[in-house]
């Protein structure tokens, strides 16, 4: 998803749509801390449906996103190749589905064993 001017959001492995996601520890797992903050381009967030709900999903912000504090665990931040970022960004819309197909590859798997 790419929501222009704000963020993308990726991740989801499980439905494709935003709504599901898994991870190595199982459905969801627990906050760590808010220590660190939305407050610049390229933050690398995890995005969650609530408290302790974290799974696969992660979002990259384009701009501070602030309010975004003290809810969402931020990870890191992109030190290269803010150029990908921006041009992903170019294909958003306002319902965050993009212009374009934008494909993820070699990328980490989960086994389904």
């Known amino acids: 998803m790419s929501f222009p001017q704000y963020l993308i959001r990726g991740g989801d492995i499980t439905n494709f749509d ?11 797992f627990a906050d760590e801390n808010f220590n660190n903050k939305h407050s610049k381009s390229g933050t690398l967030s995890m995005t969650n449906f609530g408290p302790n709900t974290n799974n696969s999903q992660f979002f990259i912000t384009y701009i501070g996103l602030p309010f975004f504090d003290d809810t969402y665990v931020v990870l890191g931040e992109i030190s290269s190749g803010m ?12 319902t965050g589905r993009p212009k374009t197909d934008i494909i ?6 989960i086994n389904e064993n």
Request: proline share 0%; hydrophobic share 30%.
């Open 104 to 109: 993820t590859v070699e990328c980490g798997t």
């Open 18 to 28: 935003g709504s599901g996601g898994e991870c190595i520890y199982g459905k969801t």
């Open 83 to 94: 150029d990908v970022i921006h041009a992903i960004m170019n294909q958003g819309s306002a």
